[in-house]
């Protein structure tokens, strides 16, 4: 514990929050969580019924260091709480044509699949080195010290390095430069699902992402990935961090420019030194600090990511053919990134992911079963324009029959156990921006990939953490941003 004992207040335990407690706990301040749902987790969230075990949220685990800093720093092991294991192949992806690849990180067997689909792997492997480059040069800066607007970016690389973030291109505009196969860009465009962004919009270093998965592999949680919430509970138990479940935030105490505390809906105010805020900085801003319109003026380039159709279905048969994860291309994926990023629209024929859990974990289906999540990007709500309920459940009758008509035979046939949300659910269950699942766009002309910083520019002492501040989404960031803000938190206190 800290000798002077200083109190830290969390709003919310997405995993942003949970890494903020956890590292704050291990630097001796007395953290205490305050959640609005029953369970811990956030976005990172499970669905058992029946027999099956969905994972409602996350489903592939990327970069696992970054998870076992977290253990490491209180002296514990990852592997003691929750187990992992790499997956082979990482992907299917599967064309309307009929073609199928599947990506594997040993390159004799990359090289295999690229050979049968007619792709130059020479021209792959040059896209993989100039990606881990990519990766080299954010890693160091932007994931690891936190940096968090350009003015930071030029202080810690200088010019010579700035310019090796290929700035002038988007991220389409990269893969185009290096690959010619049409299926095999598709495939590369489509590592922008892991932020939930058009990769005809975000900057060209966002083709950092694939070097993610084939430099540090992609990762399965036994039994369902909810197993990383349970053992980071299990952790913030141990380091003694009190997490109030049932708990909503409405309002953060403010007063000569600093916050006091919170208030809960129940009405009670808690008083703390610091505040830590996994609720998204928009959507605080509006509702728990009642920001003035030039305070959330300034806050509108970092719009909010994609939303998604989550279509969870339990069957009674097995298709053989998918893989662990899956994606069905659309047959125009430029098509599909436009409609759902610059118009705004339900895609008429979008790419969709599609994970089979059931096919390497047994304890997530009955046996002969399959359990399927399925999961299309779409765009985040606009209450303007709200899309009527019949348009989710159009969109979602098309999609089911784009499976059926890819190799999914009588898939509607098959289900047993059907459960669906739509960005509505989304967003009033985790309060995200708009139905957001990923936080803030990655996008080269609104925000040039930046999202927001995390600690406040009004409140010295309120950091934020999350999806909507950067590095940003997906579970590996979203840890170093709750990493990267508590190392800030403690700067700030020692002055
Ligand atoms: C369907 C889906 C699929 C995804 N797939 C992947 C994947 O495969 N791999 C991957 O790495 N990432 C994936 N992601 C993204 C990943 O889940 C998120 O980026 C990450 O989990 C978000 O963490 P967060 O810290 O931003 O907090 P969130 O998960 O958004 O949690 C915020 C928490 O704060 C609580 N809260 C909000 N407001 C208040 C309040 N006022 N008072 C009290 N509590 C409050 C909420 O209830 C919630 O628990 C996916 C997300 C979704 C939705």
């Not at 009405?267 to 610091?274: L, N, Q, R």
């Not at 040039?448 to 590095?471: D, H, I, R, T, W």
Request: charged content about 25%; some cysteine.
């Amino acid at each position: 514990m800290n000798k002077d004992g200083k109190k830290v207040a969390v709003i919310g335990s997405g995993l942003g929050g949970i890494a903020a407690a956890i590292s704050l706990a291990e630097a001796g301040y007395r953290v205490e969580i305050f959640e609005k749902n029953p369970q811990i987790g956030g976005k990172l969230n499970q669905l058992k019924a029946e027999g099956y075990t969905f994972d409602l949220g996350p489903s592939i685990m990327t970069l696992p260091h970054i998870f076992e800093r977290l253990f490491e720093r209180a002296g514990k092991k990852m592997a003691d709480y929750f187990t992992i294991r790499p997956l082979r192949p990482h992907w299917r992806n599967f064309f309307p044509d009929g073609e199928v690849i599947d990506l594997y990180p040993e390159p004799e067997r990359m090289d295999a699949e690229l050979e049968k689909a007619g792709a130059d792997p020479a021209r792959f492997h040059r896209f993989l080195d100039y990606s881990g480059q990519l990766y080299d040069l954010v890693n160091r800066g932007y994931f690891e010290e936190g940096l968090d607007n350009a003015a930071d970016f030029r202080r810690f690389y200088g010019l010579w390095d700035f310019r090796k973030f290929d700035l002038l291109r988007t991220m389409h505009g990269s893969v185009a430069r290096h690959v010619r196969h049409p299926q095999i860009r598709d495939i590369l465009d489509f590592f922008i699902k892991y932020v939930g962004s058009s990769a005809y919009a975000a900057p060209a270093f966002m083709n950092c992402l694939p070097t993610i998965q084939f430099r540090y592999d992609l990762w399965y949680v036994e039994g369902g990935l909810y197993r990383i919430a349970e053992g980071f509970g299990r952790l913030m138990e141990e380091l003694g961090i009190a997490v109030h479940l049932n708990r909503e935030v409405k309002k953060i105490e403010t007063g000569e420019g600093r916050v006091r505390g919170l208030v809960t809906a129940d009405g009670e105010t808690i008083a703390a030194d610091f505040v830590v805020c996994n609720m998204e900085v928009i959507p605080a801003a509006e509702r728990l600090l009642d920001a003035p319109p030039k305070a959330l003026k300034r806050l509108r380039k970092f719009e909010p990511a994609c939303s998604g159709l989550v279509i969870d279905l339990g069957l009674d048969t097995v298709y053989p053919q998918l893989a662990h994860h899956n994606f069905f291309f659309s047959g125009n994926q430029r098509e599909h990134f436009n409609s759902v990023f610059k118009k705004h629209l339900l895609p008429r024929d979008p790419t969709v992911y599609l994970v089979a859990a059931s096919r390497t974990d047994p304890t997530v289906a009955p046996e002969g079963c399959d359990c399927l999540k399925i999961l299309p990007h779409i765009p985040y709500l606009d209450p303007e324009n709200p899309v009527p309920a019949e348009e989710y459940l159009a969109l979602k009758k098309r999609i089911l029959e784009k499976l059926e008509r890819m190799g999914l035979t009588d898939l509607r046939k098959h289900v047993v156990f059907e459960h669906f949300w739509t960005p509505v659910d989304i967003e009033r269950n985790y309060y995200s921006n708009r139905g957001s699942i990923y936080g803030v766009a990655a996008d080269r002309w609104k925000n040039l990939g930046f999202k927001a910083p995390k600690q406040s520019p009004e409140y010295s002492n309120l950091f934020f953490v999350g999806g909507s501040v950067n590095p940003g989404g997906g579970m590996p960031m979203v840890l170093l941003s709750g990493q990267n803000a508590a190392r800030q938190l403690v700067e700030e206190d020692r002055g």
